[in-house]
């Protein structure tokens, strides 16, 4: 496996220009990409191997998320938003909305890997779910979810295009939290 510090492949994605961070906590110093880096848990040298703290499954965690997705880091993003998934009301419309977050994640990751097929379906997994969240209020979750659909269908819809399908980040669909509660981090 290639040294993950000397791998650009596997380096977080730089802050967006003119999108905060959303929580204190750390960011990994790289992302997992499978074949490419080290599993985050299960090999030693995991940037979370043994790790005693479990990810936040309130406010804290789901801000991590955000900030983790920004940065492209799909794997550990899934991890920080399952952790609130797996703490909300079962059956409930947020649990929808959250576990379709963690499957546009997943099909991120796959597009990393160019396997367009597992994205295409995962995108169905992603509208069902996000069909079964249609009962949730209008930026419950601090951002517009229902815009943000709209520009990540698009976002894929032209990578899925490209020969071989690929990101490009100059049109990546970024979350941009509404300055509820405390407001973004700076």
């Known amino acids: 496996m290639p040294d993950n510090a000397a791998n650009p492949r596997v380096k977080p994605w730089p802050r967006p220009r003119g999108i905060p961070r959303y929580s204190r906590l750390p960011l990994p110093p790289y992302r997992f990409i499978p074949k490419l880096a080290p599993h985050p848990i299960r090999e030693p040298e995991g940037h979370s191997h043994a790790r005693a703290d479990e990810p936040d499954p309130g406010e804290a965690g789901f801000r991590h998320g955000v900030d983790l997705y920004n ?12 952790a609130v998934w797996l703490a909300a009301e079962k059956g409930s419309a947020r649990k929808a909305a959250l576990q379709g977050l963690i499957q546009v994640a997943n099909a991120h990751l796959k597009l990393e890997q160019s396997r367009a097929r597992a994205v295409t379906r995962l995108r169905g997994k992603c509208n069902a779910l996000f069909t079964a969240a249609a009962g949730l209020a209008p930026g419950a979750l601090g951002f517009d979810l229902d815009g943000w659909r709209r520009a990540v269908d698009a976002y894929f819809d032209r990578a899925l295009a490209l020969n071989p399908p690929r990101h490009v980040r100059a049109r990546y669909p970024f979350i ?5 509660h405390s407001g973004p981090l700076r």
């Open 71 to 82: 940065r492209g880091c799909w794997w550990e993003a899934h991890e920080a938003w399952e």
């Open 176 to 180: 941009v939290l509404w300055t509820l």
